[in-house]
């Protein structure tokens, strides 16, 4: 099971301050290879999606559908106890309802809202994909952090594929980010808007997430996200 250490300030430090988290190691070897081997086994997932025919980039990616591997289902919890209080942090902050304290409770109200759908999916890219910039929304439900493994090493299984993030603050150009990831280690960022403090209270910073040109080899990642899809 990835190591999961409870929060020591400076995962919700990041979010907070830059609106991701690198969280180092979380999987060894052996983890990263058993999940890139279950891109193969079809009957896992409810849906393939060739990131080129819908205009989102170049590669491949598939959700897996309920019941989760069991690994990315106990991962998927502990990530929902780990980071409630940064995301009712951010809810409070503007202006919003908190979420429940359990992940039953927060799936039941995805459910309830027609959202019961799992979005944990495996992503998959080869030599010249990329992921445009995005934002993972599925619903009116958000949970607003969610986490991307890594489980390929750069420079030994790929090139480039580099993780970037951008933050837009209201008048100001966006502001990017870079995120030094290695095979087995996940950052934790925001869905789409975070809270940013100013003079005169919060604002609210939008981010995106996506991955530069694969220049070699292949990268795969997992990507764990809370909110259930419609
Ligand atoms: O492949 C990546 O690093 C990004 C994947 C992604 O967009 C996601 O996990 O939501
Ligand atoms: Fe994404």
Same mark, same amino acid.
């Given at each position: 099971m990835?190591?999961?250490?409870?929060?020591d300030?400076?995962?919700?430090?990041?979010?907070?301050?830059?609106?991701?988290?690198?969280?180092?190691?979380?999987?060894?070897?052996?983890?990263?290879?058993?999940?890139?081997?279950?891109?193969?086994?079809?009957?896992?997932?409810?849906?393939?999606?060739?990131?080129?025919?819908?205009?989102?980039?170049?590669?491949?990616?598939?959700?897996f559908?309920?019941?989760?591997?069991?690994?990315?289902?106990?991962?998927?919890?502990?990530?929902?106890?780990?980071?409630?209080?940064?995301?009712?942090?951010?809810r409070?902050?503007?202006?919003?309802?908190?979420?429940?304290?359990?992940?039953?409770?927060?799936?039941?109200?995805c459910?309830?809202?027609?959202q *019961?759908? %799992?979005?944990?999916?495996?992503?998959?890219y !080869?030599? =010249?994909? &990329?992921? +445009? /910039?995005?934002?993972?929304l599925?619903g009116?439900?958000?949970?607003?952090?969610?986490?991307?493994?890594?489980?390929?090493?750069?420079?030994?299984?790929?090139?480039?594929?580099?993780?970037?993030?951008?933050?837009?603050?209201?008048r100001?150009?966006?502001?990017?980010?870079?995120?030094?990831?290695r095979?087995?280690?996940a950052? *934790?960022? %925001?869905?789409?808007?975070?809270?940013?403090? !100013?003079? =005169?209270? &919060?604002? +609210? /910073?939008?981010?995106?997430?996506?991955?530069?040109?694969?220049?070699?080899?292949?990268?795969?990642?997992?990507?764990?996200?809370?909110?259930?899809?419609?």
């Amino acid at each position: 099971m990835p190591k999961l250490p409870p929060d020591d300030g400076d995962l919700s430090a990041g979010l907070d301050e830059r609106g991701w988290s690198l969280l180092p190691a979380l999987m060894d070897r052996g983890e990263c290879e058993d999940l890139r081997a279950l891109y193969g086994d079809e009957t896992r997932f409810r849906s393939h999606v060739v990131m080129a025919q819908h205009g989102y980039g170049r590669g491949e990616y598939r959700y897996f559908s309920y019941p989760l591997p069991p690994l990315v289902e106990r991962l998927r919890r502990r990530l929902y106890d780990l980071l409630l209080p940064t995301a009712n942090r951010w809810r409070r902050a503007l202006g919003q309802e908190e979420f429940p304290g359990t992940a039953d409770e927060f799936w039941r109200a995805c459910a309830a809202a027609g959202q *019961a759908r %799992a979005t944990p999916l495996l992503l998959k890219y !080869g030599t =010249g994909d &990329y992921n +445009r /910039l995005h934002q993972d929304l599925y619903g009116e439900i958000v949970f607003p952090i969610q986490l991307a493994f890594l489980l390929s090493e750069p420079e030994e299984d790929f090139t480039g594929g580099e993780f970037v993030l951008t933050e837009q603050k209201p008048r100001m150009q966006s502001r990017p980010y870079v995120v030094p990831l290695r095979r087995g280690d996940a950052v *934790a960022f %925001a869905v789409n808007d975070r809270p940013g403090r !100013g003079p =005169g209270g &919060y604002h +609210r /910073l939008k981010m995106r997430h996506g991955v530069g040109e694969v220049r070699s080899g292949e990268r795969y990642t997992l990507g764990v996200i809370l909110h259930d899809a419609a």
